[in-house]
């Protein structure tokens, strides 16, 4: 299959997009949503801009993946793409063109020119307006030696890794973020299948692990199918950012213990893609914890659990003392506690208690968990079936998405890899 992505920020083609995968391009910066399969009449404007100017056969079909901006850096970020990352890169790639530019004048026995002195001392935002300036015109004349003038997007290219160049587009110019995808069709592949869909036929073929996915291992299979609804209702932009653990698939044991076994034998494998185990917030996930805390796990494995949460901190409790308002962050806040007030409420009208069960004694605490747990997992899930606006579900579930953008960040300061 060719393997020549055509990666675009509104007209402006990304630079050294030939040295990205197809795959990785596909994977990292969209997601299935994206996709569109268009006449030249129903392109969206950028798209037909470029596209509209071949001189090829049109095809009756278009095929293509177009995103917001925000939506790319969201999902940038949760691999390492993160703003802060791409102006360090960005600051090393111009003060390298400056050198280069002394190094050439001192060789050639000239004075440095204006441009390495200009370079030198331009600032990250004098640099981004000079991004939204029109891109000089070329040489009309066919073998004319005459240069187009330089241009900040031109600095682009001392950066090897074309997705940090994106990410520092996407800081300069607000556009969609676009893919064409009809060369995955013209050599081999399903023609009937999405560009995504081809990824995995590959990844199946090789055994290769998805390049833009974090696979994220849960507890068990209720919270991977609770957390992973609500990653697609609350915040659809990352929802093919992460995969989750099957537990169906391959009969897993659930369980902190059985958590903290898996990351021990996953991470002892040295495998290079990222992998998130998210624990309960509760007596036996902060036991796992601390078991996983004497390991010097790789940078690409990270450990995490649940976020503390304010209704946790005066939450009803059943114990051998009785009914009393509680802390259980730490103790009993497992994932049904993430789910809202509403799914929590009991038939009386009042909050479901935890009922606490065990005593820990390793780490010298209680471990508890709430009543009834299935049927509010079920309310939960009818809740997010009845529909709402993202940024409605996430207000209305303000505890979820905190745990949501939480496991997202899970990777700030571990720069990419690709």
Known sequence: ??????????????????????????????????????????????????LGRRRHAEPVEYVYLIAPP?????????????????????????????????????????????????????????????????LPPSPKRRGSRRRRPWHAMDLLGMISDPIVSLRL??????????????????????????????????EAMSGRWPEGRVTVLTEGRRDARLVSAALRALHPELSDAFQFLDFDEFRLEGGASPLARMVKALAGTKMGSRMLAMFDNDAAGVEAMQELSTLRLPPNVRVMALPGIPLARRYPTLGPAGSRTMDVNGGAAAIE??????????????????????????????????????????????????????????????????????????????????
Not at 24 to 42: I, N, Q, S, Y
Not at 85 to 114: I, N, Q, V
Not at 169 to 186: F, S
Request: charged share 30%; aromatic share 8%; net charge negative.
């Open 169 to 202: 587009m996407l800081e300069a110019l607000e556009e969609p973020v676009w893919l064409d995808c009809d060369y995955l069709y013209l050599y081999e592949g399903d023609t009937s299948a999405s560009p995504h869909g081809l990824a995995r036929q590959d």
């Open 70 to 134: 925000r939506d790319v850096r969201a999902r940038l970020n949760v691999h390492g793409y993160t703003e802060q990352h791409c102006r360090l890169m960005w600051k090393a790639a111009r003060d390298e063109l400056a050198a280069r530019r002394r190094r050439w004048a001192e060789r050639e026995g000239e004075e440095p020119d204006a441009r390495a002195e200009a370079l030198e001392s331009m600032t990250w935002e004098e640099w981004l307006a000079g991004v939204r300036e029109p």
């Open 337 to 418: 506690l993430y789910l809202g007030k509403g799914p929590l409420t009991g038939a009386d009208g009042g909050l479901r208690p935890v009922r606490w069960t065990e005593w820990r004694p390793k780490i010298g605490r209680y471990q508890g968990a709430v009543e009834g747990k299935l049927e509010v997992a079920q309310a939960f899930l009818r809740d997010l079936e009845a529909g709402g606006t993202p940024a409605a579900l996430r207000r209305r579930f303000p505890d979820m998405d905190r745990l949501l953008r939480a496991m997202s960040a899970a990777f700030e300061g571990l720069p990419p890899t690709l």
């Open 1 to 50: 299959m060719d393997d020549t992505p055509e990666l675009h920020v509104g007209t402006f083609k990304v630079p050294a997009d030939m040295l990205l995968s197809w795959r990785a391009a596909v994977e990292l910066v969209f997601a299935e949503r994206d996709l569109k399969v268009r006449p030249l009449a129903g392109l969206d404007g950028v798209v037909r801009q470029v």
